[in-house]
């Protein structure tokens, strides 16, 4: 079974013109500029860096930093390895840089990792989250994800996709779409996971509830719709459940709880990267 081991997690700040190397990493390590701006050298050339982008270093690259020469620089950063027997060759596919512009869920990732440098599980989830993410457009998926589980997320996709409505699935759907039995998907999801199959898509529906809360204005009432609940008090129900405040408090908490803490706490993170938009 391949896992994740996070090394170091958390910022530096550079003064202008400062460098760093040469240096070749024994490790992984995602990069991504919170202000001002680098240079990045490595044997594949010289690479621009500035906030909205995600930098991979594979271990063994010989590289070199220049900081930004006019003004401070802040870099989040997160070393990291797989602790089973696989692990990705040169030639894998996997992008070296891609943006993290816009809507992209990476961005609140990365935000929520930096918070969460002592908690090595949680960290682990959230790079892992976070590779998921930034290998996608690639083509490359958690190479851990049982036959069954990438049955189900594509139903779920299938399911969620035309009417953008996160509805909820029966257990039997979702084995009749793995082609297994509903103790056997119940099982694969627990041992993957931690939770079961219908607990799990239900997180995810309130995590996405809890985004929609945050950033748009949305009625409560079209909130609950598009995630799948026809009735507001059973949504404020299970969202209270999950997040400890109402629906309606939640929105208005200056500390409510990130929508994504939700997931990272339960190992769904790489669930929710192919899942949620």
């Known amino acids: 079974m391949t896992g994740i081991a996070v090394g170091k997690v958390g910022s530096a700040v550079y003064l202008p013109g400062a460098t760093v190397g040469p240096r070749r990493l024994t490790e992984f390590q995602f990069v991504w500029i919170l202000r001002g701006s680098a240079r990045w050298r490595s044997p594949s050339g010289t690479t621009e860096l500035r906030p909205g982008q995600l930098l991979l270093v594979r271990p063994g690259t010989p590289d070199f930093w220049l900081w930004d020469r006019h003004e401070p620089t802040t870099h989040g950063y997160a070393y990291f390895d797989f602790t089973g027997s696989w692990r990705p060759s040169p030639e894998s596919g996997w992008p070296v ?17 930096l918070r969460q440098d002592s908690d090595k599980i949680v960290a682990a989830e959230l790079v892992r989250c976070a590779l998921v993410l930034f290998t996608h ?7 851990n994800s049982p036959a069954a589980v990438d049955a189900v997320i594509e139903h779920v996709y299938r399911a969620w996709t035309p009417s953008g409505i996160a509805r909820a699935l029966s257990l039997r759907e979702l084995a009749s779409a793995a082609a297994v039995s509903t103790g056997h998907l119940s099982r694969v999801f627990r041992d993957h ?13 309130l995590a996405r509830a809890a985004t929609l809360l945050t950033e748009s204005d949305l009625p409560l009432a079209a909130v609950a719709r598009s995630c799948g609940f026809a009735d507001p008090g059973h949504f404020s129900h299970r969202f209270r459940r999950a997040y400890h405040l109402p629906p309606g408090q ?6 409510a709880p990130d929508p994504s803490a939700l997931l990272a706490t339960n190992g769904l993170l ?4 192919r899942l949620l938009p």
């Open 97 to 113: 840089l891609r943006s993290t512009d816009g809507d992209d869920p990476l961005r609140s990732v990365l935000r929520y990792l």
């Open 137 to 143: 457009r690639a083509g490359v998926h958690d190479p």
């Open 193 to 205: 996971f931690g939770v079961g199959p219908i607990t799990a898509i239900e997180l995810l529906r």
């Open 250 to 255: 939640y929105r208005r908490a200056a500390d």
């Open 270 to 273: 790489p669930l929710a990267a």
